[in-house]
Structures are given as structure tokens and as C-alpha cells.
């Protein structure tokens, strides 16, 4: 009977003491886990947070002469592509409702009333129905030589400073590509100086120069969206206005006869 007690107080005592080492085992482990999240997360934080002090500072390192330049360049050409966006959305206009609203005012009050219409509607298609309409009184050819007129004045006005915005684009790069010949020439002329070719040498004019050309690319790419939808934009103006001038000159003639 003792043996039985003493044989079931040690095989009690060895599951207890497994079961003690496994919670450990376990408690050990979610600890290592937790602590190995929590230092992936931070690090996550901290790569997340410093990547625009990380541009900063490689901005910086680039010198401020030629990255002052091709900083200037981006703040120009945004100050453009932002100027005309603003311009052709307030420029485009619902063109069938117009058409349609002035062949009614045609058909129930006369030039007059299509006149007044137009003057209450914004936008390049309107003012070119009035500059039509302005001279139907005389034929129905004044009208049509009016709106053509008129109309390469409008796209004119349509287009007016995006040469600036395509210069910009043109420029940014340029000045990035000189910012890397003058680091490679200053670094070569180190190595005429010094006599031998060292990587810490010109390892740092190297990497200016380099940060230059990549600056003055991005800038270029960043303008160069912009240039093409404020482009898509004029074309798609441009049609309307072309398309709307068809339509007033059908709705002239048929409003002599």
C-alpha cells in the first residue's frame, strides 16, 4: 500500500512539473512573439515616418544650388497646371442642353432671345453661339466666318500658359543632367589632384550628382501628368466647340428660310 501511495505521488509530481515547464514554455513563447511584433511594427513605424525626412534630407544632400532650381521648376509648374484646370472645368460647358436651349429661343423669340441665352451661360461654346448669332442679321457666311473667328481666339485662350508647363517639364530634367556633369567633373577633379582613385574619394560627389538627375525626374514626370490632362482636356473642349459651331450654323439656315 505504501509503495501504490508513494508511486502515485511521484507520477504526480512528474505531471505537475511538466505541466510547470510547458506554461513556461508557452509563457516564454508568447512573450518572444509579442515582443517580435511590437519591434516589427515600430520598425514598420518608423521606416513609414521617415520616408519623407528621408526626402528631405537627400533633397538637401543634393546642394542647394541646381535642387533650388528644380524646386522652383515644380512650384512654377504646379502654379500653372492648377491655374488651368481651374480654367477648363469652369470653360466646360453641357453643350446639348445649350444647343438645345437656344434652338428653342431661335424658334420661339428670335435671335434676340438665342442672344440672351448664350449671355447667361458660360464658357468658350457659349460665346462663340453669340459671336454667331451677333452676326446673323447679315448672312448666314458673316455668322460662319464669325465663329470660326471667334473660335481660334477661344482656343487660344484655352492654351494660354501651358507652353510654360511643357518648358518646365523640359527644363527639370536638363538642370538634374548638368547637376550630374559638374558632380562627375568635380569628382574627377579630385582624382587629378589626390593622384589615385579612391571610392571615398568621390563617393560623395558621385552620389550628389546622381541625387540631382533623380530629383529633376521626378519632378518632370509630376508635370508631365498634369500636361496631359490639361491637354485631353483642351482637345475635348476644342471638339465641342468645333461640334456646337456645325450645329448653330443648321440651326441659322434653317431659321431664314
Same mark, same amino acid.
Given at each position: 500500500m505504501k509503495k501504490l501511495f508513494s508511486i502515485l505521488a511521484m507520477a504526480g509530481l512528474f505531471v505537475l512539473s511538466t505541466n510547470t515547464v510547458n506554461a513556461k514554455t508557452m509563457v516564454s513563447s508568447l512573450s518572444t512573439t509579442v515582443a517580435t511584433v511590437a519591434v516589427t511594427l515600430q520598425e514598420g513605424a518608423e521606416a513609414e515616418k521617415g520616408f519623407v525626412q528621408v526626402l528631405k534630407e537627400k533633397f538637401i544632400e543634393g546642394g542647394a544650388g541646381f535642387m533650388g532650381i528644380v524646386l522652383l521648376c515644380l512650384i512654377l509648374g504646379l502654379a500653372v497646371a492648377i491655374e488651368r484646370i481651374i480654367y477648363l472645368n469652369l470653360a466646360s460647358t453641357n453643350t446639348s442642353k445649350l444647343k438645345q436651349q437656344v434652338e428653342d429661343a431661335l424658334a420661339s423669340g428670335g435671335v434676340e432671345a438665342a442672344k440672351e441665352v448664350c449671355r447667361n451661360t458660360k464658357g468658350p461654346v457659349a460665346s462663340i453661339f453669340y459671336q454667331g448669332l451677333d452676326r446673323a442679321g447679315e448672312s448666314v457666311e458673316s455668322a460662319e466666318k464669325a465663329v470660326i473667328s471667334y473660335g481660334g481666339v477661344q482656343m487660344g485662350q484655352l492654351e494660354k500658359n501651358v507652353s510654360?508647363?511643357?518648358?518646365?517639364?523640359?527644363?527639370?530634367?536638363?538642370?538634374? /543632367?548638368?547637376?550630374?556633369?559638374?558632380?562627375? =567633373? $568635380?569628382?574627377?577633379?579630385? @582624382?587629378?589632384?589626390? #593622384?589615385?582613385?579612391? !571610392?571615398?574619394? =568621390?563617393? #560623395?560627389? @558621385? $552620389?550628389?550628382?546622381?541625387?540631382?538627375?533623380? /530629383? #529633376?525626374? =521626378?519632378? !518632370?514626370i509630376i508635370l508631365q501628368i498634369f500636361y496631359n490632362y490639361i491637354i485631353a482636356k483642351i482637345d475635348s473642349i476644342v471638339n465641342d466647340m468645333e461640334d456646337s459651331s456645325i450645329t448653330l450654323i443648321d440651326m441659322l439656315v434653317d431659321h431664314k428660310k
Open positions: 510654360w508647363l511643357s518648358l518646365f517639364i523640359a527644363i527639370a530634367p536638363m538642370l538634374g /543632367f548638368m547637376g550630374t556633369v559638374i558632380g562627375m =567633373i $568635380q569628382a574627377f577633379e579630385k @582624382i587629378a589632384a589626390v #593622384g589615385n582613385l579612391s !571610392a571615398s574619394l =568621390i563617393a #560623395g560627389d @558621385i $552620389q550628389v550628382a546622381l541625387l540631382t538627375t533623380v /530629383f #529633376g525626374l =521626378i519632378v !518632370a
